[in-house]
Nanobody, 127 residues
Protein backbone atom coordinates (compact mmCIF):
# COMPACT_ATOMS: atom_id res chain seq x y z
CA UNK A 1 0.00 0.00 0.00
CA UNK A 2 1.39 3.38 -1.00
CA UNK A 3 1.61 5.96 1.75
CA UNK A 4 2.19 9.66 1.20
CA UNK A 5 3.58 11.86 3.94
CA UNK A 6 3.65 15.64 3.60
CA UNK A 7 5.98 17.92 5.48
CA UNK A 8 7.09 21.53 5.43
CA UNK A 9 3.90 23.30 6.39
CA UNK A 10 3.78 25.99 9.03
CA UNK A 11 3.05 29.60 9.85
CA UNK A 12 4.54 32.29 7.65
CA UNK A 13 3.96 35.98 7.13
CA UNK A 14 2.49 37.28 3.91
CA UNK A 15 5.20 37.54 1.28
CA UNK A 16 7.11 34.66 2.78
CA UNK A 17 8.00 31.27 1.36
CA UNK A 18 7.56 27.63 2.21
CA UNK A 19 8.55 24.40 0.54
CA UNK A 20 6.30 21.41 0.99
CA UNK A 21 7.61 17.90 0.49
CA UNK A 22 5.71 14.70 -0.09
CA UNK A 23 7.49 11.41 0.36
CA UNK A 24 5.99 8.19 -0.94
CA UNK A 25 6.61 4.88 0.74
CA UNK A 26 5.42 1.42 -0.21
CA UNK A 27 6.25 1.97 -3.86
CA UNK A 28 9.43 1.25 -5.74
CA UNK A 29 11.24 4.07 -7.52
CA UNK A 30 10.07 2.56 -10.80
CA UNK A 31 6.44 2.53 -9.66
CA UNK A 32 6.56 6.05 -8.24
CA UNK A 33 8.02 7.26 -11.50
CA UNK A 34 4.79 6.26 -13.22
CA UNK A 35 2.54 8.33 -10.98
CA UNK A 36 1.17 11.72 -11.75
CA UNK A 37 1.51 13.71 -8.54
CA UNK A 38 -0.70 16.51 -7.40
CA UNK A 39 -0.99 19.04 -4.62
CA UNK A 40 -4.44 20.02 -3.43
CA UNK A 41 -5.57 22.38 -0.72
CA UNK A 42 -8.67 22.88 1.33
CA UNK A 43 -9.46 26.01 3.28
CA UNK A 44 -12.11 26.08 6.03
CA UNK A 45 -15.58 26.14 4.53
CA UNK A 46 -14.28 25.62 1.01
CA UNK A 47 -14.02 22.70 -1.34
CA UNK A 48 -10.75 20.97 -1.97
CA UNK A 49 -9.04 22.37 -5.05
CA UNK A 50 -6.09 21.33 -7.10
CA UNK A 51 -3.11 23.63 -6.72
CA UNK A 52 -0.54 21.99 -8.95
CA UNK A 53 0.22 18.71 -10.67
CA UNK A 54 3.15 17.13 -12.44
CA UNK A 55 3.29 14.12 -14.72
CA UNK A 56 5.67 11.22 -14.26
CA UNK A 57 8.54 12.72 -16.26
CA UNK A 58 8.17 16.26 -14.98
CA UNK A 59 7.76 17.43 -18.56
CA UNK A 60 4.28 18.77 -17.97
CA UNK A 61 2.97 20.73 -15.02
CA UNK A 62 -0.29 22.40 -14.17
CA UNK A 63 -1.15 25.23 -11.79
CA UNK A 64 -4.37 26.81 -10.67
CA UNK A 65 -4.52 30.41 -11.84
CA UNK A 66 -4.30 31.86 -8.35
CA UNK A 67 -0.80 30.43 -7.79
CA UNK A 68 0.75 30.81 -11.22
CA UNK A 69 4.07 32.59 -11.03
CA UNK A 70 4.30 31.97 -7.28
CA UNK A 71 4.29 28.19 -6.86
CA UNK A 72 6.52 25.60 -8.49
CA UNK A 73 6.06 21.86 -8.48
CA UNK A 74 8.92 19.45 -8.98
CA UNK A 75 9.77 15.82 -8.32
CA UNK A 76 12.75 13.63 -7.61
CA UNK A 77 11.73 10.17 -8.73
CA UNK A 78 14.91 8.63 -7.33
CA UNK A 79 13.78 9.80 -3.90
CA UNK A 80 10.07 9.08 -4.35
CA UNK A 81 9.46 12.71 -3.49
CA UNK A 82 7.49 15.61 -4.92
CA UNK A 83 7.85 19.22 -3.84
CA UNK A 84 5.77 22.35 -3.86
CA UNK A 85 7.80 25.53 -3.63
CA UNK A 86 5.64 28.47 -2.60
CA UNK A 87 6.79 32.07 -2.68
CA UNK A 88 5.04 35.41 -2.23
CA UNK A 89 2.51 33.71 -0.03
CA UNK A 90 -0.79 35.43 0.61
CA UNK A 91 -3.31 35.01 3.44
CA UNK A 92 -5.69 33.40 0.94
CA UNK A 93 -3.16 30.57 0.50
CA UNK A 94 -3.98 29.47 4.04
CA UNK A 95 -5.28 25.89 3.88
CA UNK A 96 -4.47 22.29 4.56
CA UNK A 97 -2.31 21.10 1.69
CA UNK A 98 -2.60 17.51 0.51
CA UNK A 99 -0.32 15.46 -1.68
CA UNK A 100 -1.91 12.91 -3.98
CA UNK A 101 -0.79 10.27 -6.47
CA UNK A 102 -2.61 9.09 -9.56
CA UNK A 103 -1.72 5.87 -11.35
CA UNK A 104 -1.80 7.54 -14.74
CA UNK A 105 0.75 8.55 -17.37
CA UNK A 106 -1.09 11.75 -18.18
CA UNK A 107 -2.02 14.97 -16.42
CA UNK A 108 -4.76 14.42 -13.85
CA UNK A 109 -6.83 17.32 -12.57
CA UNK A 110 -9.83 16.02 -10.68
CA UNK A 111 -9.46 14.73 -7.15
CA UNK A 112 -11.58 11.66 -7.84
CA UNK A 113 -8.96 10.39 -10.25
CA UNK A 114 -6.22 10.34 -7.63
CA UNK A 115 -5.59 6.98 -6.02
CA UNK A 116 -3.54 7.80 -2.94
CA UNK A 117 -3.64 10.72 -0.53
CA UNK A 118 -1.50 12.07 2.25
CA UNK A 119 -2.85 13.23 5.59
CA UNK A 120 -2.26 16.90 4.83
CA UNK A 121 -0.08 19.65 6.22
CA UNK A 122 -1.32 23.00 7.48
CA UNK A 123 -0.11 26.18 5.82
CA UNK A 124 -1.07 29.42 7.54
CA UNK A 125 -0.19 32.79 6.08
CA UNK A 126 -0.61 35.76 8.37
CA UNK A 127 -1.27 39.26 7.10
Amino acid sequence: QVQLVESGGGLVQAGGSLRLSCAASGASVRTFSRYTMGWFRQAPGKEREIVAAIIWSGASTLFVDSVKGRFTISRENAKNTVYLQMISLKPEDTAVYYCAAAIAPRMVVTSSEYDYWGQGTQVTVSS
